[in-house]
Antibody, heavy 119, light 107 residues
């Protein structure tokens, strides 16, 4: 069965750093496109970043230069390194598998991990 | 960046009603359009990809249509379990963007 489990969220002060993890089972992370999506409290979905199977990554303007998406093939895990965190980065962060054949639709999602940026 | 605008922002309908949600892109996106359903406290769930293809396991009462800039999600006969918020998303070009969501309430 295909499954994604996020971890690494928590309370962090403004300006701090945090690394989120997304462990996959049932498929190979490095062979797929993978993405991060976030949702601020009471708000809609916001796309954050994508990493293609070849390693190319793209970011939302709101996180460019501060966040880095990466993966570890040996652990079959996706990461999101978040630096210079701001209050507006407070959100539930979801990882998702992107299906290239489905016109890049996100067909598998994790349960989410909560990041709170506050002093 | 491509802006996605959904309408209405919310709706309330009765069981059995036909429900339509619109999504408009600020520029043409071919059929690089997906629809997701999200229930409170849960992760989004893919319903429709490539504008009109039904994801495996999704009830046939859901359908999508459109291409270019105008898209529609239709629920042919609203069921009690169809409550939640529905989002469209374009993946034609990065940054990928979501619509603001349409909250569906079942009367």
């Amino acid at each position: 069965e295909v499954h994604l489990v996020e971890s690494g969220g928590g309370l962090i002060q403004p300006g701090g750093s945090l690394r989120l993890s997304c462990a996959a089972s049932g498929f190979t992370v490095s062979s797929n496109y993978m993405s991060w999506v976030r949702q601020a409290p009471g708000k809609g979905l916001e796309w954050v970043a994508v990493i293609y199977s070849g390693g190319t990554a793209y970011y939302a303007d709101s996180v460019k230069g501060r966040f880095t998406i990466s993966r570890d093939s040996s652990k079959n895990t996706l990461f999101l390194q978040m630096n210079s965190l701001r209050a507006e980065d407070t959100a539930v962060y979801y990882c998702a598998r992107v299906d290239y054949d489905y016109y890049y639709a996100m067909d598998v999602w994790g349960q989410g991990t909560t990041v709170t940026v506050s002093s | 960046d491509i802006q996605m605008t959904q309408s209405p922002s919310s709706l309330s309908a009765s069981v059995g009603d036909r429900v339509t949600i619109s999504c408009r892109a600020s520029q043409g996106i071919s059929t690089y359009l997906s629809w997701y359903q999200q229930k409170p406290g849960k992760a989004p769930k893919l319903l429709i990809y490539a504008a009109s293809s039904l994801q495996s396991g999704v009830p046939s009462g859901f359908s999508g249509s459109g291409s270019g800039t105008d898209f529609t999600l239709t629920i042919s006969s609203l069921q009690p379990e169809d409550f939640g918020t529905y989002y469209c998303q374009q993946t034609y070009s990065t940054p990928w963007t979501f619509g603001q969501g349409t909250k569906v309430e079942v009367k």
